[in-house]
């Protein structure tokens, strides 16, 4: 049996995946804590694992800035300064937190969030301990000539213009990050390790395992990465259970557990999506006020939800309209479930791509899109088989890479005791 110390911001996309981790790792006999906040330690209780508490980390600060960074999504300057409060500034407050739980608690690997960067950053080489970052988003973000632009979401295969535009916009991408990267290294030099040569983001990519919960035929088939990533498919806490036999279809438009403060989805599936020849569940955002959503008189064909387990919906759906959150991607993947997605931040751009490329459903433009052009896409992934088979075959291949139980496996391979 070994001990397991998982380390995650308390937020539902990050914690859902830490969450099926843990489960499964308990179920191989090993020992799990937590250090986390808010509702993560509440969760953490009610599933009977270890918790240990934000101490010197101000969780309402961070707390804020996230929702600074949600507000203000289109303002690169605000949100470079925004970034760097979030990611390097909490470093020395949570190395001081981990430090002391690993006084009480010993474990013998860290498991991390990759947006937790003091294991990462400090105590993988101060300590000695092996840490994994646990990627929440269901494509790898390292950095390479097959992968994303950090901030910038483009197609993956680019040619000409598009080709021209990603290498301007990767070097843009690098001079703004830059100063995160100083921020950094001002810290690594304060507990005595040399300064890095690459981004924090690459760096991330050589600490002896990666794990990241899709597949390779997801991201690109991407030849660029390091060793130590592994795919290891989708580590959601509620798995899909099939289609049944029975059920009336219908059309699911789901805002998940991150999404902005105006109901964009969901304004937008009102005004395209009256009069489909379908069932339309409109599923609201975790915490969303269902009597402050203000979406009008709701079309006959149309039922409003509070957030619920999208798997629930899934068996029914024939189409999942989202804004591109990773966890309600890779349900309805494991559903056989086609998409299409309308981003509005951070990572769900990159997965609007992904499902496009992939053939398992429809990016809108974020710039251009309409109820129109929302209606057209739905109508288009109905009426034409090929996106279903698209994603019953992407939800084959990410079932494949084993899920919760091969992470742990992979883990176990960095511990000195196991089972």
């Known amino acids: 049996m070994a001990r397991l110390l998982f380390t995650v911001w308390p937020y539902p996309t990050h914690l859902d995946p830490f969450f099926a981790l843990a489960e499964a790792a ?22 009977a694992f270890n918790g240990f508490g934000f101490q010197r980390v101000d969780w309402s600060r961070v707390a804020q800035t996230v929702d600074d960074l949600i507000a203000g999504r289109r303002r690169p300057f605000p949100l470079r300064r925004l970034w760097a409060g979030f990611l390097v500034e909490t470093v020395e407050a949570q190395v001081a937190d981990i430090q002391a739980v690993l006084a009480e608690w010993p474990a013998d690997v860290v498991v991390c969030d990759i947006a937790m960067w003091g294991p990462i950053l400090i105590l993988h080489e101060k300590l000695g301990i092996p ?9 790898c973000i390292l950095p390479g000539p097959d992968g994303p632009i950090q901030g910038i979401a483009l197609p993956r295969r680019r040619h000409g213009l598009t080709a021209l535009f ?11 990050t830059a100063p995160t990267r100083r921020k950094a290294n001002r810290l690594r030099r304060a507990y005595g390790l040399p300064p890095l040569r690459v981004s924090v983001n ?23 990465l390091p060793p130590s990533v592994r795919y290891v498919g989708p580590c ?5 259970k099939g289609r049944p036999s029975g059920g009336n279809p219908c059309v699911v438009v789901d805002e998940g557990a991150l999404y902005t403060a105006e109901p964009r989805v969901l304004e937008m599936a009102v005004r395209g999506l009256a ?3 379908l069932p339309v569940v ?13 979406l009008g008189p709701l079309p006959s064909n149309m039922t409003v939800q509070p957030h619920a387990p999208l798997h629930d919906m899934l068996p029914q759906a024939r189409v999942l309209v989202t804004n591109g959150n990773s966890a309600s991607v890779l349900a309805a993947l494991q559903a056989g479930v086609p998409l299409v997605v309308l981003p509005s931040i951070w990572d769900q751009a990159e997965m609007a791509w992904r499902v496009q490329e992939t053939g398992v459903g429809l990016r809108l433009s ?6 129109r052009r929302m209606r057209r896409a739905v109508e288009r992934v109905l009426s034409e088989p090929g996106f279903a088979r698209n994603a019953a075959s992407m939800g084959a291949a990410l079932a494949s890479y084993g899920g919760p139980a091969r992470a742990v496996e992979l883990i176990e391979g960095l511990c000195p005791v196991t089972a």
């Open 275 to 277: 009069n489909l020849p």
């Open 236 to 240: 959601l806490p509620d798995q899909p």
């Open 166 to 176: 990603g290498e301007l916009a990767g070097r843009a991408a690098s001079l703004v």
């Open 366 to 371: 974020p710039w251009h899109a309409t109820p």
């Open 26 to 47: 308990r179920a191989r006999g090993h020992e799990i804590a937590f250090y986390t906040g808010g509702g993560g330690l509440s969760r953490a209780a009610r599933a």
């Open 131 to 139: 840490v994994v970052p646990f990627s929440h988003v269901a494509n």
């Open 202 to 224: 690459e760096f991330t990519g050589t600490l002896p395992l990666y794990l990241v919960p899709s597949a390779p035929e997801f991201d690109n088939h991407r030849g660029d």
């Open 282 to 294: 409109l599923m609201a955002g975790l915490g969303r006020d269902l009597a402050r959503l203000r």
